[in-house]
């Protein structure tokens, strides 16, 4: 936790509700239902389709996402803003092909983006609620106004 070590809390802090949700173990659950609610999304799912190497590694790309949550959540404020850097200049690279239409779109919208963050989100405060972690409509309400900004 390289905020503690810092003195830099990073985007969230050690009294947020991120930082005591995502230590959860549920949160690898969490995380497997996001990533199927995403793909309900029919150009989330085609973005993801077409450009991603999930099929061959589909353990790698579970870690690589979990570590960029990892750092967006504990991480410095110059190691979370990298890490979403990294992934904003990935994603302006890729596109999809609605099968169709024949449309080539970005995979970067920000509708798209809108729909894979908030299905994180979701995803996360349903599995953790469900799975009896502490958490009240209070706390639900200050995760989601926590995560406005991340």
Not at 17 to 28: K, L, Y
Not at 46 to 58: E, I, K, P, T, Y
Not at 107 to 125: G, Q
Request: hydrophobic share 40%; glycine share 8%; charged share 25%.
């Amino acid at each position: 936790m390289d905020a503690l070590r810092t003195g830099d809390q990073g985007l969230f802090g050690p009294s947020s509700v991120t930082w005591q949700m995502h230590g959860d173990p549920m949160m690898w659950v969490a995380g497997i239902r996001a990533l199927y609610l995403q793909a309900l999304h029919p150009r989330a799912v085609r973005g993801v389709l077409q450009n991603s190497d999930f099929r061959r590694d589909a353990w790698g790309r579970l870690m690589r996402t979990a570590n960029f949550v990892g750092t967006a959540t504990y991480g410095t404020t110059e190691a979370a803003e990298q890490a979403g850097a990294r992934v904003r200049k990935i994603h302006t690279l890729l596109k999809a092909t609605d099968p169709d239409t024949g449309e080539r779109y970005r995979i970067d919208e920000p509708e798209l983006l809108l729909w894979v963050h908030c299905a994180e989100i979701d995803s996360y405060l349903h599995v953790l609620r469900r799975s009896g972690f502490p958490l009240t409509d209070a706390h639900a309400d200050r995760y989601i106004d926590e995560h406005r900004v991340s």
